[in-house]
């Protein structure tokens, strides 16, 4: 089945930091989503992005579909953006299932 | 209520009990899904539901049990569970079964002693 790995697992910011999360896949995709879990465990949708570029105020992504990977920039972070972010693919040809990474867990320090 | 709900949002249980897991959601979706969330492991597609039909079951064992009576709603019937089936059980809907955004209701904590 389709591969998808994101990096990095881990990231600790201070406050006001930037920071890029990064997406590969390993096959053509349908379908790419960006979620965001918080402490409680709710998934938030953050962007549906199989191609193309997306903003969402200090959120964006963009997806180079040709070069199978996606990142997601998020710009002065907040405490409140702390958790794990998931990307979530479905292959172009397949199993019509999301296939989800292994996450990256941002904290963010005040 | 707006969205996916699910019900309840804690659950601890026995391995003899039995007991159903509910979800809900007001986003006039025709495609259902339950998930699992164990520690250490990516979220694994359990069951699919596609304008109220089972359309997937990704190799699941019996004592899960889906149900669906309507495009609405999902319910999960647990048991004679196994501690290792400990996990946040999460419910998700979208427009139809293919490539159409998913949208996360707020889990349910599972604790089987």
């Known amino acids: 089945g389709i591969q998808v790995e994101q990096s990095p697992p881990d990231l600790i910011l201070q406050e006001g930091a930037n920071s890029t999360l990064r997406c590969n896949f390993s096959?053509?995709?349908?379908?790419l989503q960006w979620f965001h879990q918080n402490p409680w465990g709710q998934l938030i949708n953050l962007f549906y992005?199989?191609?193309g570029t997306k903003q969402n105020g200090r959120l964006s992504a963009t997806t180079v579909a040709t070069e199978r990977y996606s990142l997601l920039y998020i710009s002065s972070s907040q405490t409140t953006d702390s958790g794990v972010y998931f990307c979530?693919?479905?292959?172009?040809?397949?199993?019509?299932?999301?296939?989800f990474g292994t996450g990256t867990r941002l904290t963010i320090i005040p | 209520e707006t969205g996916v709900t699910q019900t309840p949002r804690h659950l601890v249980m026995g391995m003899t009990n039995k007991k159903s897991l509910k979800c809900e959601q007001h986003?006039?979706?025709?495609?259902m899904y339950w998930y699992k969330q164990s520690a250490k492991k990516p979220l694994e597609l359990m069951f699919v539901?596609?304008?109220?039909?089972?359309?997937e079951n990704n190799s699941v064992p019996s004592r899960f049990s889906p149900e669906c009576p309507n495009s609405s709603h999902l319910f999960l019937h647990l048991h004679t569970l196994q501690p290792e089936d400990s996990a946040l059980y999460l419910c998700?809907?979208?427009?139809?079964?293919?490539?159409?955004?998913?949208?996360f209701g707020p889990g349910t904590r599972l604790t089987v002693t």
């Open positions: 986003l006039g979706h025709n495609a």
């Open positions: 539901y596609n304008f109220k039909e089972q359309t």
């Open positions: 998700a809907s979208s427009q139809e079964r293919v490539s159409y955004e998913q949208y």
């Open positions: 979530a693919v479905e292959p172009y040809f397949g199993n019509e299932k999301l296939t």
């Open positions: 096959d053509s995709v349908n379908n």
């Open positions: 992005i199989p191609s």
